[in-house]
């Protein structure tokens, strides 16, 4: 009998870096869960539990919301499916998250998505959104019939604050100095890989194959 090693692995990458699109390819082609920190923050408030409404205080407040109280609702959620292997995606974010995280679990791999600043400004600035529908087109690659309107109602579309240049040079700017750290953290403890390109659908095999790679070499070690 062949014991089956339980992967831990967590996906990094700025905002519009395809992470979304890697991390539900990972997932179904490994068999493990996603994890998204912003859907069980979400999914907390909602229920109003008492995380949840600790960390609404804190956003509505505009503030931060502290390592401790994070780490804490995360780790709650991983200890629910401690005998699945998993995909975490939005933490850690900063590194007394990562501590708190490798106290708890072992992290096999890191993947760091590394697509260029610029690559990404293009990306998210060329989205146009239907406010009522919430339909997007990108000018780039799926543009409206008609520019700046909607195709099914015919109504203008809107740019999002988000998406504005201003906007996305600033979330960039926070995440580099955000995350770096934590980059630097795993980089030091051997467990982070890096994949650099402009387009998902060309690193997408290099991720897969080195999580073929990895995971089979983990699963021979359990063995």
């Known amino acids: 009998m062949v014991l089956q090693r339980v992967i831990r692995a967590v996906i990094m990458g ?31 408030i909602n229920a109003k539990t008492e ?32 005998q699945s292997g998993w995909l975490l995606d939005g933490f850690p974010r900063t590194v007394p998250q990562a501590e708190a995280l ?67 040079t600033r979330r960039l700017k926070s995440y580099e100095n955000q995350t770096e750290p934590v980059l630097e953290y795993y980089r030091s403890k051997g467990v982070l890989e890096t994949f650099t390109g402009t387009e998902t659908n060309k690193i997408w095999p290099h991720v897969e194959a080195f999580l073929h790679r990895k995971f089979s070499s983990l699963s021979q070690r359990v063995a």
């Open 14 to 44: 700025p905002p519009g870096s395809g992470k979304g699109t890697v991390s539900a390819r990972i997932t179904k082609s490994f068999a493990l869960k996603h994890l998204s920190s912003g859907d069980i923050l979400r999914a907390n």
């Open 102 to 168: 490798d106290q708890a679990f072992t992290v096999d791999t890191v993947v760091n998505l590394n697509v260029p600043f610029q690559t990404i400004k293009e990306r998210l600035t060329s989205r146009w959104t239907h406010i009522p529908s919430g339909r997007v087109y990108n000018t780039d690659f799926n543009p409206p019939k008609v520019p700046g309107f909607d195709d099914v109602t015919g109504e203008p579309l809107v740019q999002r604050d988000d998406d504005r240049p201003e906007t996305v």
């Open 51 to 82: 995380l949840g409404l600790l960390m609404k205080s804190c956003l509505d407040q505009g503030q931060l919301v502290p390592d401790a109280v994070m780490s804490r609702l995360i780790l709650n959620d991983l200890r629910k499916i401690d």
